[in-house]
């Protein structure tokens, strides 16, 4: 009797374990497919502010508030694209140069102190907007103004300036056109340069800048509906001019409240700023987006949380060539046996050098009887003019 109890315990034990091992590892898998659910490798923003001159002072804070924010939450300077037509740290008009603040009582400088320009004054154009999406840049482009993404990147697009309805200006001379937008993100979809799209504009009817779009994967965020302008937030009477845009404003103050591991969701994004403190009313499109921005962490878009994928596969690596079919002095470009001559850095401006080979050179000089030949020769021609 004693034997069979002790076999049922054990048999009960070895149950119990079995269900321990088989929910603990559901567990796991559930959270490897949580990790990767958001199916993105990195992280990349391109910030533009569109607009010149002093008085669009607040358009330079946004953008660089935006900057800021996303700096702070991990996405580096290598994975940024900052397009600002002016500058307004150096403007002569600035009480405060080197500093551009995006609050009256100057909480933050959100110019700081490395911000890294890409494209800045003249060079932010339609044109070069649209290349450093699609990625038709000449070859001698800098790496540094390049959006190099793939087809598992999360692409962060925000502008602000002066628009309309369908269109956003680019310094008083052009626009873009919101199909001419809408194409730029279907050139990326096609050529695998984006794997999802957070569009945000702060501008004036700024939801008619997504209308036209057709491409999977993005999710549109305009801060005005069509007819409504998009208004200022409050003036810093120490330069005289309007400092930050009313949504971002707002924005900035919910994106100081997330952290690299927040669990914010897009959904709090779409909430920042109500009506009530908007006074315009922000618009939202999530059609084309296939997840659910209830589950959507901000972090997927504004900040840097790197993935790693495993995988079981083996691979096998080659050895090189010519490795296996050398050895020794038999090896091409094999210097055993040889002296090599020292090497030195040789000197960008040898005065020495040009000395010495001046000194060395072997100087002409006339024959002594010539020089005397000569002087005679002088000597009866002055004399016999003077008879």
């Given at each position: 009797?004693?034997?069979?109890?002790?076999?049922?315990?054990?048999?009960?034990m070895?149950?119990?374990?079995?269900?321990?091992?088989?929910?603990?590892?559901?567990?796991?898998?559930?959270?490897?497919?949580?990790?990767?659910?958001?199916?993105?490798?990195?992280?990349?923003?391109?910030?533009?502010?569109?607009?010149?001159?002093?008085?669009?002072?607040?358009?330079?804070?946004?953008?660089?508030?935006?900057?800021?924010?996303?700096?702070?939450?991990?996405i580096?300077?290598?994975?940024?694209?900052?397009?600002?037509?002016?500058?307004?740290?150096?403007?002569?008009?600035?009480?405060?140069?080197?500093?551009?603040?995006?609050?009256?009582?100057?909480?933050?400088?959100?110019?700081?102190?490395?911000?890294?320009?890409?494209?800045?004054g003249?060079?932010?154009?339609?044109?070069?907007?649209?290349?450093?999406?699609?990625?038709?840049?000449?070859?001698?482009?800098?790496?540094?103004?390049?959006?190099?993404t793939?087809?598992?990147?999360?692409?962060?697009?925000?502008?602000?300036?002066?628009?309309?309805?369908?269109?956003?200006?680019?310094?008083?001379?052009?626009?873009?056109?919101?199909?001419?937008?809408?194409?730029?993100?279907?050139?990326?979809?096609?050529?695998?340069?984006?794997?999802?799209?957070?569009?945000?504009?702060?501008?004036?009817?700024?939801?008619?800048?997504?209308?036209?779009?057709?491409?999977?994967?993005?999710?549109?965020?305009?801060?005005?509906?069509?007819?409504?302008?998009?208004?200022?937030?409050?003036?810093?009477?120490?330069?005289?001019?309007?400092?930050?845009?009313?949504?971002t404003?707002?924005?900035?103050?919910?994106?100081?409240?997330?952290?690299?591991?927040?669990?914010?969701?897009?959904?709090?994004?779409?909430?920042?700023?109500?009506?009530?403190?908007?006074?315009?009313?922000?618009?939202?499109?999530?059609?084309l987006?296939?997840?659910?921005?209830?589950t959507?962490?901000?972090?997927d878009?504004?900040?840097?949380?790197?993935?790693?994928?495993?995988?079981?596969?083996?691979?096998?690596?080659?050895r090189?060539?010519?490795?296996?079919?050398?050895?020794?002095?038999?090896?091409?470009?094999?210097?055993?046996?040889?002296?090599?001559?020292?090497?030195?850095?040789?000197?960008?401006?040898?005065?020495?050098?040009?000395?010495?080979?001046?000194?060395?050179?072997?100087?002409?000089?006339?024959?002594m009887?010539?020089?005397?030949?000569?002087?005679?020769?002088?000597?009866?021609?002055?004399?016999?003019?003077?008879?």
């Open positions: 009797m004693a034997a069979h109890s002790g076999r049922n315990w054990a048999g009960l070895f149950l119990c374990l079995l269900f321990v091992s088989v929910a603990a590892s559901s567990n796991v898998e559930d959270q490897v497919g949580g990790f990767f659910k958001s199916g993105h490798t990195n992280n990349w923003a391109v910030l533009v502010c569109t607009s010149r001159f002093w008085f669009n002072y607040r358009h330079i804070a946004n953008t660089l508030s935006v900057y800021r924010s996303v700096k702070r939450l991990g580096p300077d290598s994975q940024i694209i900052l397009m600002l037509a002016d500058d307004m740290a150096c403007n002569p008009r600035n009480p405060r140069p080197a500093t551009v603040f995006n609050n009256a009582n100057q909480h933050i400088n959100v110019y700081g102190d490395n911000v890294e320009v890409d494209y800045r003249y060079e932010v154009t339609v044109e070069n907007f649209i290349r450093v999406l699609t990625g038709r840049l000449p070859p001698s482009t800098p790496r540094s103004k390049r959006l190099l793939d087809d598992r990147s999360n692409v962060l697009v925000y502008m602000t300036g002066h628009g309309g309805e369908g269109f956003l200006k680019f310094q008083d001379a052009e626009e873009i056109s919101n199909v001419e937008l809408a194409d730029a993100f279907q050139q990326m979809w096609q050529k695998n340069r984006y794997h999802e799209i957070l569009f945000m504009i702060d501008t004036c009817q700024a939801v008619s800048m997504y209308h036209k779009f057709y491409s999977p994967n993005v999710i549109g965020i305009g801060s005005a509906q069509v007819g409504e302008d998009s208004l200022s937030h409050h003036v810093d009477p120490s330069i005289g001019v309007y400092i930050i845009d009313r949504y404003y707002y924005l900035l103050e919910f994106l100081e409240t997330v952290t690299p591991d927040s669990k914010k969701t897009l959904a709090d994004l779409f909430r920042v700023c109500p009506k009530r403190v908007c006074v315009s009313t922000p618009g939202v499109r999530t059609d987006f296939t997840r659910d921005p209830n959507v962490l901000i972090t878009f504004f900040g840097s949380v790197r993935n790693v994928e495993i995988t079981t596969e083996t691979i096998t690596l080659k090189n060539d010519t490795a296996q079919s050398c050895s020794g002095s038999s090896c091409p470009g094999s210097r055993r046996g040889k002296r090599m001559k020292k090497l030195a850095y040789a000197n960008q401006f040898p005065v020495e050098a040009a000395y010495e080979e001046e000194v060395t050179k072997p100087q002409w000089h006339f024959p009887y010539f020089v005397a030949a000569l002087s005679v020769f002088f000597i009866t021609v002055v004399s016999a003019f003077r008879i």
